[in-house]
C-alpha cells in the first residue's frame, strides 16, 4: 500500500511541476518573463518571440552601423531574415517540446509503474532545460562550427570589424540553441525508452502512451523537415556554407526517425514481457501436473496459454509502410532543396 501511495505522490509532484513550467525549455521562460514584465502583450508566445527577435534585431543594427554605413546597409536585410529566421527556429522547436510535455502530462506519467522511472524522468527534465546545459551546449556548438564559418564569411563578405563580428556570433549563437533543443528533442525518446510504462496487454501499441507518443514525435519531424527545406534555401541566400551546416538538421531529423521506431518499440516489447512475465508465473502457480484430472483448473490452464500464445504473437513494433514513407518523404524535403541550390555543381561533379 505504501509503494503505491509513493507511486501516485511522484505522479502527482511530476504533473504539477510540469504544469508549473519547472521544465520548460530556456527560450520558453524567457517568453514568460516577458509577458510579466508587459502585462499588455498579447497573451501568445509568437508575440513575446517578435518583441525578443526586434530587441536582438535592433542590437544588431546598433553594432553593424557602428562600424559603418556601408557595413549598415549591407547587412540591414540579411541581419533582418537571419535573426528572424533563427529565433523562429528557437520558438518552433520549444513549441514541440511543450507537445511532447503535454502528451507527458496527459498519458505518460499515470503509466509509468515504477518509481525510480518517475525520479529519473525528473532528473533528466531538468538537465535537458537547465540554464547552464543551454547555454553550455550552445557555446560548445558554436566552438565547432565557428573556425569554419566564420572564415567563409570572411571570404563572402570580407573583413569584419569587432561590432560586426559580434553581431554575426549572435546570428549564429542562436543557430546553435537551436540545434541543442532539436538534439535533445531527438533524445527524448530514448530516455523514455529506459522506463516501465503499462500498455495493453492485448494490443499494447495501440496503448494511449504510445499512440500519441508516436504521432506527436512523427509529426514533429514532418514539421521540421518542412522547415529545413525552407532553412536550405535560406541558407544559401544568406550566404552559410551549406556543407557541413546541412548536417546539423539532416542528421538529428533523421535520428527523430530513428529513435522513434527503436525507442517506441522497445518500450512496448518490454511491457509484452513484463506481461508474460506474469502469465508465466500464474500458469506455473496452477501446478497443472498434480492437478491434471481437475476439469476446472485444465480449463483455467488452457485459457491462460492461448492469452499468453495471443500477447506473445502480437505485433510489438510501431513501424508500418506509412510511417516509412513519411521518413522518406521529411528526409526528402530538405534534400530536394539542397539538390535544387546545389545543381550546377552536382552536375559538374558528375560529369553531365
Known sequence: MSVQTNLSTLRAELKQRLANGEYDPLAERLSKWLHRTIPRLPKNTLSAYLVLS?????????????DGVEVFKEWLLLAFLTIFFFWFSIFLVTRLHLMLYRILFDYVI??????????????????????????FFSLVFLAVIMPYHYPMQILIHGM????????????????CTAEYLLITLMLF???LSRYHIDLYEVDPKMSPSIRYLSTVI??????????AALGTFFMVYARIPLLPSSLLYMLPLAGIFIFRQSSLSRIVSRARDVVLERLRAEMVSLDIENHFDDPACWNQFKAMAEYYDHVKSANSGVFDMRV????IN???LPGTAFIITHFDQIRAFLGW
Open 54 to 66: 526586434s530587441i536582438h534585431l535592433v542590437a544588431v543594427y546598433l553594432l553593424n552601423y557602428s
Open 110 to 135: 499515470d503509466s509509468m509503474s515504477q518509481p525510480k522511472d518517475i525520479l529519473d524522468l525528473d532528473r533528466w527534465l531538468r538537465r535537458f532545460n537547465s540554464t547552464a546545459w543551454t547555454l
Open 160 to 175: 569584419m570589424g569587432f561590432s560586426t563580428t559580434l553581431s554575426l556570433f549572435s546570428g549564429y549563437f542562436l543557430m
Open 189 to 191: 525518446p530514448l530516455i
Open 218 to 227: 512523427r509529426d514533429s519531424a514532418y514539421i521540421l523537415s518542412v522547415y
Open 324 to 327: 516509412g514513407l513519411l521518413m
Open 330 to 332: 521529411t528526409i526528402l
